[in-house]
């Protein structure tokens, strides 16, 4: 194998590694900046504290809720 052929081989392997350190960075960063759509259940006629239970899923982490316009809020175990 000839000196030319041998450092182009080289640079296309390091231009491979360092491509694909790209693409698994970008595919990591992806899950940290994605946000998923959250679905909340509960009863939608609740409009008073009345201990009612919300659930939540899509979500992977603790979350805020409020109950737009109305000053109302969901606490971490889902209750109004």
Known sequence: MSATKKNW????IRLTSVLLLLMVM????SFATH???ITITGSETV?????????AT????????SVTG???SINSNGVL
């Open 70 to 72: 109305t000053g109302a």
């Open 47 to 55: 409009t008073t504290n009345s201990n009612t239970a919300y659930t």
């Open 9 to 12: 081989s080289i640079k296309n």
């Open 26 to 29: 970008a595919f990591f960063f």
């Open 35 to 37: 946000s998923h759509a």
């Open 58 to 65: 899509g979500c992977s982490g603790s979350v805020s809720w």
